[in-house]
């Protein structure tokens, strides 16, 4: 079974960069038939898809975030990569990365990672 | 963005009640409708696909059912572990789009 594993810094500065890496393991990303990306949840609130890219480079972004957000991937690593620029307290969230059927089902999910943006 | 709307918003049940959780589409989804359950302070977790359809090892009290825009997940005899907070998403259009959830209550 799929298991996805978020890490990156759960504190970032009002303006930063937010980045977080997600390991894949017990599978591959370059196996095709998947996307792989982000869901994000407010403190407290619901769950928001935030962008997804498959092992070609083809991604998908969330207008909402478009204009600040670039998700990558490193088939030689086996992970994929989250980058949202000038990041405000709204950001504060917990950052999941999943895996996307193409029947459009989030499944697997990692464990979840906060990160919170405050001076 | 297609909303999804949930009903209720919380709900409270006892052990061994049957629960339905209603969603609908602000438009049609045909049947790209999935449900997931989530547990305090964890990831959510997939418990139907494609409106009707079981995810692998998932207890068979739970089902899914509709298509177009009305759609509903049944937990047939709650167990203690049901209570927790669901969610349904679309899954017909990008961005893919989430209800507000409903929390199951004792």
């Known amino acids: 079974q799929v298991q996805l594993q978020e890490s990156g810094p759960g504190l970032v500065k009002p303006s930063q960069t937010l980045s977080l890496t997600c390991t894949v393991s017990?599978?591959?990303?370059?196996?095709?038939?998947?996307?792989w990306g982000w869901i994000r949840q407010h403190p407290g609130k619901g769950l928001e898809c935030i962008g997804y890219i498959y092992n070609s480079g083809s991604t998908y972004y969330n207008p909402s975030l478009k204009s600040r957000l670039t998700i990558s991937v490193d088939t030689s690593e086996n992970q994929f990569s989250l980058r949202l620029k000038s990041v405000t307290a709204a950001d504060t969230a917990v950052y999941y990365c999943?895996?996307?059927?193409?029947?459009?089902?989030?499944?697997?999910w990692g464990q979840g990672t906060l990160v919170t943006v405050s001076s | 963005d297609i909303q999804m709307t949930q009903s209720p918003s919380s709900l409270s049940a006892s052990v061994g009640d049957r629960v339905t959780i209603t969603c609908r589409a602000s438009q049609t989804i045909r049947s790209y409708l999935n449900w997931y359950q989530q547990q305090p302070g964890k990831a959510p977790k997939l418990l139907i696909y494609?409106?009707?359809s079981l995810q692998s090892g998932v207890p068979s009290r739970f089902s899914g059912s509709g298509s177009g825009t009305d759609f509903t997940l049944t937990i047939s005899s709650l167990q203690p572990e049901d209570f927790a907070t669901y969610y349904c998403q679309q899954g017909y259009t990008t961005p893919q789009t989430f209800g507000q959830g409903t929390k199951l209550e004792i």
């Open positions: 494609a409106a009707s």
């Open positions: 017990r599978g591959s990303i370059s196996s095709g038939g998947y996307y």
């Open positions: 999943v895996r996307l059927s193409d029947t459009a089902e989030f499944d697997p």
